[in-house]
Structure formats: C-alpha cells, structure tokens
C-alpha cells in the first residue's frame, strides 16, 4: 500500500519520494543549500540580505563590514565564525542558545538589549515567502531574495508610492 502512515514502504521498484535537502551542517553553493546572510538594523529595522557560496567565518565578517557602519554593536549567537568582529571594529555581544539564553539584560536596566530574535523571525519570514515558488533554483535565489528584501524594507505602501512604482497617476488611487 502507498501513502498509508505507519505501513513500511517495502517495494523497491517505487521507492518513496525524498523530501528537500536535509544534509546536515551549513549549506554551500555546491552542495545546493546556498547561504543567505543577513543583517537587520536596531533602530531603523532595515534589513541587508546576502546569497553567498558558503557559511564560513571570512563571508559572514564581509558581509557585516558591508552593511553597517564602524563601531555597529552586532549581536549573533554563539557561532565561532562571528569572532573576528571586534577586531574589524564591530563591537559583538552574543547570546547562547545551547544554554537556553534567547535574551539578555547586559547592564540591567530591564530591557533585554543582546539578542538575535529579529534575524531568527525573519528567516521563518524568507521562508514564507519562498514557499508557493516550491523550489528556487540557486542561479535566481538572489532575485527571489531581493524581492523579499525589497518588500520587508518598504513597510507600507502610500498612494505615493504606488504612484512612483506604477510610473502613472492612478485615477482609482486617491491621494491622501
């Protein structure tokens, strides 16, 4: 029988179906699992997204240098490849998931200013997004990206805007 949860798939002319890529570890560009790295400001909530071909320390110190400015506090989590950052002039706090810290109130004023949740909600986000496409082939990945980008920085969409992006004066858009 096919398709039935709890019996064995035992014929071996009709295997079952694989579902995604589920490699461990960080994905690369030849593996099929390009990395997306991003960057989310505190205080105007902009977000930067890079594909790169791999997840490993000297790409994810470019793209931070690439989208903040010196002396950026950046906060990540415990991930070793993160700890070139104070030395590029990037003052870097973290917190340690593996421990069960998601937040943390460094000078215990009660806000909880060293965390990651916003990157973390917005790959949850990307996803979303990428689902009803079912599958991105990784040569348009950055474009799927960028639209993405595009339409989480925008924020929401004003009749100016819209004005501005149709590239007409809309008789069905009243200006407010």
Known sequence: MRGKKGIPH?????PPRRRGNKARGHGTWDND???ICGVVGREGGRVRLTV???ADGETLRRVV????????SVFTDEWCGYNGLPEMGRPHATVC???GEWARD?????IREVHDNTLEGLWTGLRNFLRPFRGVNKK???QYVAMFEWGYNVKRATPA???AILGVRSATICPT
């Open 33 to 35: 699992r390009p990395p």
């Open 10 to 14: 035992t014929d071996p002319g009709d």
């Open 97 to 99: 998931h593996v421990a």
């Open 161 to 163: 805007f819209l004005w």
């Open 52 to 54: 790169a071909e791999h």
């Open 65 to 72: 240098m690439r989208a903040t400015w010196p002396m950026a």
């Open 106 to 110: 460094d000078d215990g004023d009660g």
């Open 140 to 142: 348009y990945l950055h």
